[in-house]
């Protein structure tokens, strides 16, 4: 089983009882768990890598189809970071969660914005993966430079 239905299954199977709860939430915000999940991982991913000296560019830049979650500066370098988010006891971790056909994609969005950007021509490029994992109000970050 793929797509939707496997992930409400592995997430019933994870929570048990408190999917109910969960449902409950997403009803409350009108916004999913998952994104929430994705959008907190995204901003703690954006802290984390600015507090090791990285200058933020972008966040969710799109193009075409596809869509970078964080674009930063090191030094000379233009650094795509994807960023994945899973709770604990998930049956994939957070790093494990990115497949050889996200990776492509990410490729693909990169080389469309730098061709929109002339100020980005030219510059070293690296693709970086940031892994969530969240254990109730504690998180830990896992940054994996240079990961695809």
Known sequence: M??????????????????EARRRDDKADGQPHRQRLGQQAETLALRHLERAGLKRLRRNARAGRGEIDLILRDGDTLVFVEVRAREDGALVSAAES??????????????????????????YCRFDVVAVTTRGAHNHIDWLPDAF
């Open 2 to 19: 793929k797509g939707r239905g496997m992930d409400a299954l592995r997430r019933w199977w994870r929570n048990g009882d408190n999917l």
């Open 98 to 123: 990115l497949s050889a056909r996200k990776c492509a994609k990410v490729r693909e969005t990169a080389e469309r914005l730098i061709a929109s950007q002339p100020a980005w021509q030219g510059l």
